[in-house]
């Protein structure tokens, strides 16, 4: 059975820096794209970073370049997202997806697999 478990969201003020973990289980990790999303209220759901094995470099929104950093840990099977110099407007539910070969790794529809999500709230 495919598991992916979000960990690590909170609140944090703005500025600030969260760093949330996707662990998975029941698949091939290396064989798999992971992305992280997040719905904002009243919001769409939106693509936020994704990481593959290949070479392919890591996807990141425009929104969040330069300030949010994936990564993965094979050994532990482990998606993780570092994010910084968090905005209020960032306050989401954030979820990590997998797929073994999603067309775009920004798009949701693109992911089989999801986790239930964790909440991220950045107070002004």
């Known amino acids: 059975e495919v598991q992916l478990v979000e960990s690590g969201g909170g609140l944090v003020q703005a500025g600030g820096s969260l760093r949330l973990s996707c662990a998975t289980s029941g698949f091939t990790f290396d064989d798999y794209t992971i992305g992280w999303f997040r719905r904002a209220p009243g919001k769409e759901r939106e693509g936020v970073s994704a990481?593959?094995?290949?070479?392919?470099?890591?996807y990141y929104a425009d929104s969040v370049e330069g300030r949010f950093t994936i990564s993965s840990d094979s050994a532990k099977n482990t998606v993780y997202l570092e994010m910084n110099s968090l905005q209020p407007e960032e306050t989401a539910v954030y979820y990590c997806?997998?797929?073994?070969?999603?067309?775009?790794?920004?798009?949701?529809?693109?992911?089989?697999?999801w986790g239930q999500g964790t909440q991220v709230t950045v107070s002004s």
């Open positions: 997806a997998a797929d073994h070969s999603p067309v775009l790794f920004y798009e949701a529809s693109a992911y089989k697999y």
């Open positions: 990481i593959s094995s290949s070479d392919i470099p890591p």
